[in-house]
């Protein structure tokens, strides 16, 4: 592990707000003021190999390697456990440090829409170093009909002003790897 992740600790507020919010429907989460936020949730495919594939690819880092992320991290993902993931290419690599403040492993729940479903994912939020502040989340769920959904959800604010001065190039990268992230999903759970 990367000394960088060694040093400092969570300093965001609304720790572990994507665990309340992934049981929520979009339009009742209360997201924090002053914070950008995204809440994307996609059909990846069907069945409960589809979302097996899709939970162990997101608790063991699959989906941030497949969305073009290096990744140094423990095994699984659990809670406290610190990951440095990579951004851009060789020496131009921006170390992104995080610890995941919560973890599911695969369960029965309630849904955003009230009906029991299998979710399983995590969220981890920000360390020093990191350029945002906040927290995101990836979570597989399989509602009653079988149906395996994707569901990604992040609130941030540029770290300092620095990165509030490169914003809109954060914005777009933040885009691009959200695509990322959900084409990796699909390609996890096997779907279309």
């Not at 699984?76 to 610890?99: D, K, M, N, Q």
């Not at 029991?116 to 509602?143: R, S, V």
């Amino acid at each position: 592990m990367s000394p960088k992740a060694d040093r400092g600790s969570l300093d965001y507020p609304y720790l572990g707000l994507t665990r309340l919010a992934a049981q929520q429907a979009a339009a009742d989460i209360d997201w924090p003021k002053g914070f950008n936020h995204v809440d994307k949730m996609l059909a990846v495919g069907g069945g409960q190999e589809g979302f097996d594939a899709l939970a162990e690819g997101i608790m063991s880092w699959e989906i941030q390697r497949r969305a073009g992320l290096e990744v140094n991290a423990p095994p699984r993902a659990v809670v406290g456990a610190r990951v440095i993931s990579g951004f851009g290419v060789g020496a131009l690599r921006l170390p992104i440090p995080c610890e995941v403040v919560w973890a599911m492993e695969p369960q029965w729940a309630p849904g955003p829409d009230g009906q029991d479903i299998e979710l399983a994912g995590f969220g981890y939020g920000t360390l020093p170093g990191h350029p945002a502040l906040g927290e995101e989340a990836f979570i597989a769920m399989k509602k009653p009909d079988g149906g395996v959904h994707f569901r990604l959800l992040a609130f941030s604010k540029p770290a300092g002003l620095i990165y509030a001065l490169g914003s809109p190039i954060t914005k777009l990268t933040q885009a691009g790897v959200t695509r990322s992230y959900l084409q990796a999903a699909r390609t996890l759970a096997g779907g279309f």
